[in-house]
């Protein structure tokens, strides 16, 4: 079995900031890649973040030089840094986490539940 939990959502005032975090956990192998989306009401879950086991990101053009994403693998755990929150920003965040369990030598994505995230003042 293989839990994938996010943590650190709330409500902030525009111009604050948030962290996000989400940890990996069960008969866990490695973790390749781990991303973060999000989604807000009424529209297609998107891309926000991206790292790779060696550390590599890439960012959605809307958070570039606000979110900073980051991964400790020895912990499991991948987080999001955000900073200048927008109203714009308001959405669930999901974690995505690609990894191999004891059970497979195949890599598969797992989600994980979601944590709200609300910028209003």
């Known amino acids: 079995q293989v839990q994938v939990v996010e943590s650190g959502g709330g409500l902030v005032q525009p111009g604050g900031s948030l962290r996000l975090s989400c940890a990996a956990s069960?008969?866990?192998?490695?973790?390749?890649?781990m991303d973060w989306y999000r989604q807000a009401l009424g529209k297609q879950r998107e891309l926000v973040a991206h790292?790779?086991?060696?550390?590599?990101?890439n960012y959605a053009d809307s958070v570039k030089g606000r979110f900073t994403i980051s991964r400790d693998n020895a912990k499991n755990t991948v987080y999001l840094q955000m900073n200048s929150l927008k109203p714009e920003d308001t959405a669930v965040y999901y974690c995505?986490?690609?990894?191999?369990?004891?059970?497979?030598?195949?890599?598969?994505?797992?989600w994980g539940q979601g944590t709200q995230v609300t910028v209003s003042s």
């Open positions: 790292i790779t086991y060696g550390g590599s990101t």
């Open positions: 995505f986490a690609q990894l191999r369990t004891s059970s497979s030598s195949t890599y598969y994505w797992y």
């Open positions: 069960g008969s866990i192998i490695s973790i390749n890649a």
